[in-house]
């Protein structure tokens, strides 16, 4: 057998059974996936002391209500494009939003009377969706806290960016 020939022959016997395998075994789990990106709506996103969540944004309704720095309530009206909520979405996955639990707290006393800054993130689906509540003051699993941290960070970076094009 040629040089060549044994080279087809490696090929058919070892890449195309494994790409065949990898198309058999993942394309069901990529068609399922929990949340498709297609079917995204829209975020929720809520921020405060306490129980009191004054400041939010809705992506359905570009509301967003904030505290200034004189305690006076801003409303403004903000929409974030397709390419943001892309940009969200595909963000979450890779935080491994959809893995965290819906309260990311030390215990259950610390949830009911935290004086910390507490942070809400919804991502709205058509068919479901997927709340997670962070506090700041969160102690625990390191992993888990860098994902709400970078969620709540890349959700506030995009309504800063919708609101300064906005502005132009």
């Avoid at 200034?68 to 801003?74: E, T």
């Avoid at 409303?75 to 390419?83: C, F, G, Q, S, Y």
């Amino acid at each position: 057998m040629t040089s060549r020939g044994k080279k087809i022959f490696l090929f058919l016997t070892v890449v195309v059974p494994f790409l065949i395998y990898c198309i058999v075994y993942y394309a069901p789990i990529i068609r399922n996936a929990p949340f498709k990106a297609k079917e995204f709506v829209s975020v929720e996103y809520k921020w405060g002391v306490g129980n009191k969540l004054d400041n939010s944004y809705n992506s359905a309704t570009g509301e967003y209500k904030y505290l200034n720095d004189k305690d006076s309530l801003i409303v403004k009206h903000i929409e974030l494009n397709a390419r943001d909520k892309k940009y969200l979405d595909s963000n979450a996955d890779e935080q491994g939003f959809w893995n965290l639990p819906d309260i990311v707290a030390n215990d259950e006393n610390d949830v009911k009377n935290s004086k910390a800054l507490r942070y809400f993130m919804k991502f709205n689906y058509q068919t479901k969706s997927k709340e997670v509540t962070y506090l700041s003051d969160f102690e625990g699993n390191v992993r888990m806290k860098n994902a709400a941290v970078q969620m709540q960070k890349i959700i506030e970076q995009s309504i800063t960016d919708a609101e300064e094009r906005q502005k132009k």
